[in-house]
């Protein structure tokens, strides 16, 4: 052997035993990210440009947002549920009709095409099983602008709703995921393109980041859904992130949570039963504002917030709650995480609210590099409303929402407005048999106190209109989310709703 050639061959028999001792044992690990964070770039300059400059399209597909109308076309990407359980919300913005061609690919590969026609100023229900059977994920296109998708999904046991996207990404982000007992999480990875994608799934734990094996170099066929089965390789963890990257290719990615009935008591009440599907965020955020909670029996709120970067992060959180002079105002936190990590706030830490009382909970990272940010909710008995329900937060204000409809006939429905600076003006119109209609707001509810929130009871103003689609407009921008619970106790959801490019600002 040449001179040397031991200490060669030492060397790589020492990166050989590491390599496999980290497969094996698949050690948490708080270095190593084997994807790149992108360029952090502040909610801010994301806004005016949402659709029109390079860093207003990265940011712009951090949530769904509606096109502005006369866009030459809209695409949207729904899924993540069974087929059976999916129906597929087509909300026209636009007095004109608009024609929507609905592509779908469920699990077992098989594709159909539907064409619809939207009226204006209307919603139609598309249920998707013209698709088949197996797991959705659906390409929703239409010319000219003003067509809005989501998804609302019905099981025996609870009824709920799911973002859909406007954009593929090369990451996705979870902050959450739970495989305890009672719980089952899956992963599903929608490939809208022709060209082959091979993904890599990284997880997020209190203790630090881990690669297993099975989740690395996946393959995820042009125009197919792929099912990452997470309590395979990730048993009997809550509080469990999950970052999606690509090495080649772009994807779709939502996260289903199925809960039995038998997992841990975490609100008071029973355990959760009933399905939960998030679509995941495509960049991590220095500023963000989560959909609206509320705390009391058999209603359990967390907080969930990790933190996918190289670097430790300290994220302090405000709370906004209605009329803080008769509630009171909560003092913010402080949550330092380390690299890799993920945090969850328990409905016990949040009780500096008191009960019964809405509230919003943003973020802003004062040091080290973005987060990810969800709001987890169960209901049980006694709260009025049962199921779980996760979202991402909001990653921008804007002066213009669309609210879609949600749940159908819901016995809650509340509407949550934040002002995230100046006091603003509230107008709200209802979309109803093809027109727009002004409605006059309760005392009290017309306007929002700066940086404060307001609870508008949107149950009474659409007493006389079930289903339908409410259009928020402001003065100054707010973020917006509804507060709803299903008919006979079926559902519990706290969503989003969509803002309008060109009124957007920071969260």
């Not at 866009?71 to 636009?94: K, M, P, Q």
């Not at 929703?140 to 009824?159: C, H, K, L, P, Y």
């Not at 203790?207 to 990730?234: C, I, N, W």
């Not at 841990?264 to 609206?292: D, E, Q, Y």
Request: hydrophobic letters at 45%; a neutral charge; aromatic letters at 6%.
């Amino acid at each position: 052997m040449r001179p040397g050639s031991w200490l060669r061959f030492a060397v790589i028999a020492m990166f050989i035993v590491v390599g496999v001792t980290a497969i094996l044992f698949d050690r948490p690990s708080t270095v190593r990210t084997p994807y790149r964070i992108p360029d952090q770039v502040d909610a801010a300059q994301i806004g005016a440009a949402a659709f029109g400059s390079p860093d207003g399209e990265a940011l712009g597909r951090s949530m769904p947002i509606a096109a502005p109308l006369g866009t030459a076309s809209t695409t949207w990407f729904c899924g993540g549920a069974d087929v059976a359980s999916t129906t597929i919300v087509l909300t026209n913005r636009s007095s004109e009709a608009r024609t929507a061609t609905i592509r779908t690919v469920v699990s077992e590969s098989t594709t159909a095409s539907r064409q619809v026609e939207v009226p204006g100023h209307s919603t139609l229900d598309v249920p998707a099983g013209f698709a088949g059977k197996g797991t959705l994920a659906a390409t929703v296109e239409s010319r000219n602008g003003g067509v809005v998708a989501t998804q609302r999904i019905a099981t025996a046991d609870t009824a709920t709703t799911a973002a859909c996207a406007v954009s593929s990404s090369a990451s996705w982000f979870f902050a959450g995921g739970d495989t305890q007992r009672g719980a089952a999480e899956k992963l599903v990875l929608f490939n809208p393109f022709d060209d082959l994608a091979t993904a890599d799934v990284t997880f997020l734990t209190p203790d630090g980041f881990r690669h297993p094996q099975e989740t690395q170099g996946l393959a995820v066929p042009g125009r197919s859904v792929v099912v990452v089965d997470v309590g395979a390789v990730q048993n009997r963890r809550s509080g469990l992130g999950a970052v999606v990257t690509t090495r080649a290719g772009r994807l779709v990615a939502w996260r289903t949570e199925t809960f039995d009935g038998t997992g841990p008591n975490i609100g008071g009440g029973n355990p959760p039963k009933g399905v939960s599907v998030a679509l995941g965020s495509t960049v991590p955020l220095t500023r963000f504002a989560l959909p609206t909670a509320v705390t009391g029996d058999g209603v359990a709120p967390r907080v969930v917030i990790a933190n996918p970067g190289a670097t430790a992060s300290t994220v302090q959180l405000s709370f906004a709650v209605d009329n803080p002079g008769q509630n009171g105002q909560p003092p913010p936190m402080s949550i330092e995480l380390m690299s890799g990590a993920v945090e969850v706030l328990a409905p016990s830490d949040l009780r500096q609210v008191a009960a019964g009382v809405p509230f919003t909970v943003s973020g802003r990272v004062v040091h080290g590099g973005a987060v990810v940010a969800e709001l987890w909710f169960d209901g049980s008995a006694p709260a009025k409303g049962h199921g779980s329900f996760a979202a991402p937060g909001s990653s921008f204000g804007a002066t213009s929402w669309v609210v879609p409809v949600g749940l159908q006939l819901p016995t809650i429905d509340q509407l949550g407005v934040r002002a995230t600076g100046s006091a603003a003006t509230l107008r709200i119109s209802l979309m109803v048999d093809g027109s727009v209609r002004p409605v006059v707001l309760p005392p009290g509810t017309g306007s929002v106190a700066a940086r404060g929130r307001v609870t508008i009871d949107l149950a009474a103003l659409l007493a006389k209109h079930p289903g339908a689609t409410v259009v928020l407009d402001a003065s100054q921008p707010v973020t917006v989310s509804r507060l709803q619970t299903g008919p006979n106790e079926r559902g519990i959801v706290s969503t989003p709703a969509v803002p309008v490019a060109g009124t957007l600002s920071a969260p």
